[in-house]
Every structure is written in structure tokens, then in C-alpha cells.
């Protein structure tokens, strides 16, 4: 399939929409609604570290999840850097500000828009959470706050926030800023000492492991076993820790399960995944 085949499906209505979670901070989003009676459960979907709701494959999920039933929410972190242009990370001071505490409370708050005002047209009687990356942590942490969350899809999610050696600490506190490769574009992106502070002041509320024992929506746990950006030790961590998790490896599959950015089609990791999600997600949410 070529990267432009992969276009809005067919019966499914695409609406995006901007809010403001606080000041000087906006959150820019995309909803997909399946046509016909707007549906009664609702998935909301959020991306991964250096990433955005288009990266790769990310798109593609959502419009297999909405042409499956569900109302999909996708949404870009308020500080991941990406401008009204979309399509890449071009803000590097505005990366640079993000912060763990503020994807936190980022999607804290899409979750109330869709549970409890008027972001969609019909209220969801059931929501799950799906998050890649980081985005995985950051919809575990999310799930052990709101106990309305009905049940929770990670892909290749970190076990714990806490990856920093001595070294780099320590550097990173003397100059106040280090920088990050993006391997795809080849960029440096720059992370402010503010990250490193944030997390360290709010240890308990970002310590993903115990986060992991207190989910008790169904959770399904997918993992490549080839991820060598976070390692498969991860996710049978969060399996230890999780009362509900249920773990899918795939096999041959890195962290990006074997799709690139842009998307060129699904690779047979990725559909292995998707089809596990989706089981999940019809069998919790109907």
C-alpha cells in the first residue's frame, strides 16, 4: 500500500478540534465518528515521546478502531512541539517545556472532556484508553486515577519514567538543558532541566509500576519482542505489577512494529496488534 492509500475510511466522519487545558498551553486533537448513530463507547488515543497523533501508524489505528464501532480521540500533547501546521515537530522551545506532570494532566483532561463535557455529540457510556510509547505510561497513570476508564490498550509503554544514568543527571542540572536524537529526522531536540525537576518533585504520582497495580479496567499489554528503544523486560514488568493485564508479544516487531513514518502500509506486526486491539477493546467496551 503507498503512503497516500491509507486515506480517511469510507463511513467514517473526521472532525478536529482544539482545546485549552491552561494558559498558553492548546491541545489540538482529531475526532472519528463511524457514520450513523453516534456510538455509545469511545477510545481516546495517545502518542509516544517525540511523537504526534499523525505519526505512522498512529492514524491508521484510529480509523480501524472507529470503522470497528468507537468514537476515537487523538490528540496531540499540549508540549510535544508540534505547530497548527501538524505533521512534525518544528516548536523546539515548546518541547523543550514539556514536562511528565503536564502529558498527565493533558490527558486527565481529554478524558474528562469526552466522560464529562461536550467534546463529542453523544456522552460514551464506556471509554478505554489505548497509549504508544510513553503515551503508554502516561494511559496507565491516567487509568489508575479515573476509575470510569473501562478498559486500557499500551503499546511498547515504558515500566517506569526513571531512565536517566548519574552522568547525564548531572550534566543535564549544570547546563540546564540536554539534547535527544530524533533517529527518523535526524534532529537534536533540546529537554529543559524543568522535566528532570518535575518528575523528581512528583515521584508518587508518576511511578508507573504502582500505577500499574491499581488499573482495574481489562488491560492488554502489546510488546514487540525485538523493541530494543523500550525493552520487553518492560512489559513484563507492568504484566508483574498489573492485576488485569493480559501481555501480546509480537514477534519480529520493534518499537514502531515494523511501520515507518510516513505510513506505507500495515506491516504484519502491526495488523497482528491492531487485531488484538480491537478484539479488546469489543469485547470491554460493547
Known sequence: MCAGADSEAPGVIHLPFTREPRGGDLLRGDIRIPEGPPPRSAVI?????????????????????????????????????????????????????????????????????????????R????????????GGAQSILSAAEEPRVAALVTWAAPSHFDRWSNETRGAWREAGRVWVLNQRSGRAMPLDVTLLDDFERNRERLDVRSAARRVAAPWLIVHGEEDV???????????????????????????????????????PPLRQAVEATVAHFARHLA
Not at 478502531?65 to 499540549?78: E, K, M, P, Y
Not at 493480559?246 to 520493534?254: D, F, S
Open 45 to 121: 488515543v495517545s502518542h509516544g515521546f517525540k511523537g504526534f497523533k499523525d505519526w505512522g501508524f498512529l492514524p491508521h489505528l484510529c480509523r480501524k478502531l472507529a470503522g470497528a464501532g468507537h468514537t476515537v480521540v487523538s490528540f496531540d500533547f499540549s508540549r510535544n512541539g508540534v505547530g497548527a501546521s501538524g505533521g512534525e515537530v518544528t516548536e523546539l522551545e515548546r518541547f523543550a517545556s514539556n514536562t511528565l506532570t503536564v502529558e498527565l494532566e493533558d490527558l486527565l483532561y481529554v478524558l474528562e472532556d469526552v466522560l464529562d463535557r461536550e467534546l463529542l455529540p
Open 123 to 134: 456522552a460514551p457510556r464506556r471509554v478505554g484508553l489505548l497509549g504508544y510509547g510513553r
Open 229 to 267: 528503544t523500550v525493552y520487553p523486560e518492560d512489559a513484563r514488568e507492568l504484566v508483574r505489577h498489573a492485576g488485569s493485564g493480559r501481555l501480546v508479544t509480537v514477534a519480529g516487531a520493534g518499537h514502531t512494529l515494523e511501520s515507518t513514518h510516513p505510513f506505507e502500509g500495515e506491516s
